[in-house]
């Protein structure tokens, strides 16, 4: 696996794999996504990067056909348990969000809920959602403004973290309502944004800290890259991070805004 391209996603296939606990929290947010994007029963619908599949069984269960894929394999295993504790049927499959293995116009909506904005290359990455979508159709997601909290703990990590390779786009990027017009482009009209807020509960602000390094990708991998190779470089990125969380956290709760973009196909 020499390409660095190769190598970035195989750390975020391994990263992302310990992410399930987090489903607590976007369960709720699920709902509102495919609440915001109008899924109706029959529609086609494809989740991508869907994780546990909570956006996936949500529609499913308003009557869509719905197919989810992930990178990572772990956490489809969870999205198909979800789906059959719900009763619903799901086609999961693994694949890569730059590389959809769909026909051209197979679907009426494209949904992602923070989950395309971690593929490396956004104009491949919406050039396929758009692709797969049919003429008429709604593209819909959820992303994280930079100025979030969870905006500003992927930036501190990327801080944090060697260079990734050429042409790889920071995440937070896709939380930006000029950087996804700009994006989106002329392919699409009707173009909207809403913003909402997740609640996400701690007990302190290294309790968050903790949870993060448990559950959250990058960070993850940050640790994992740092433990015991430089241990002190480790805790400054752990005194940074609380620091931070502390700004939002405040009765047990740390507040962590979202942008929702819908638009539908040309």
């Given at each position: 696996m020499s390409d660095p391209l190769d190598k970035f996603k195989q750390m975020q296939r391994e990263g992302w794999a310990h992410f399930a606990p987090l489903e607590a929290w976007t369960t709720p947010t699920a709902a509102q996504l495919v609440k915001y994007a109008g899924v109706r029963a029959g529609q086609k619908v494809l989740d991508v990067a869907c994780g546990t599949g909570v956006v996936a069984v949500t529609a499913a269960r308003r009557g869509a056909v719905v197919t989810g894929l992930d990178l990572t394999p772990e956490l489809l295993v969870r999205a198909r348990e979800n789906a059959a504790i719900a009763g619903v049927q799901i086609d999961f499959r693994e694949g890569d969000a730059e590389a959809l293995p769909f026909a051209d116009g197979a679907f009426d909506v494209v949904l992602s809920q923070f989950g395309h904005m971690f593929a490396p290359r956004p104009d491949r990455t919406i050039g396929e959602m758009l692709r797969v979508l049919a003429p008429g159709g709604t593209i819909a997601f959820s992303t994280w403004p930079p100025e979030s909290f969870v905006g500003r703990m992927f930036s501190l990590v990327g801080a944090y973290m060697p260079p990734p390779p050429p042409?790889?786009?920071?995440?937070?990027?896709?939380?930006?309502?000029?950087?996804?017009?700009?994006?989106?482009?002329?392919?699409?009209?009707?173009?909207?944004?809403?913003?909402?807020?997740?609640?996400?509960?701690?007990?302190?602000?290294?309790?968050?800290?903790?949870?993060?390094?448990?559950?959250?990708?990058?960070?993850?991998?940050?640790?994992?890259?740092?433990?015991?190779?430089?241990?002190?470089?480790?805790?400054?990125?752990?005194?940074?991070?609380?620091?931070?969380?502390?700004?939002?956290?405040?009765?047990?709760?740390?507040?962590?805004?979202?942008?929702?973009?819908?638009?539908?196909?040309?």
């Open positions: 042409g790889v786009s920071p995440p937070v990027q896709w939380g930006d309502p000029a950087t996804v017009r700009e994006r989106l482009g002329a392919a699409v009209h009707d173009l909207t944004f809403a913003r909402r807020t997740m609640v996400v509960g701690a007990l302190s602000p290294e309790h968050s800290r903790v949870n993060m390094e448990r559950t959250a990708g990058p960070v993850i991998k940050l640790v994992e890259m740092l433990t015991g190779k430089d241990d002190a470089r480790l805790a400054k990125f752990r005194a940074d991070y609380e620091r931070s969380v502390s700004e939002f956290l405040e009765d047990n709760v740390v507040p962590q805004d979202f942008l929702m973009t819908r638009a539908v196909k040309n």
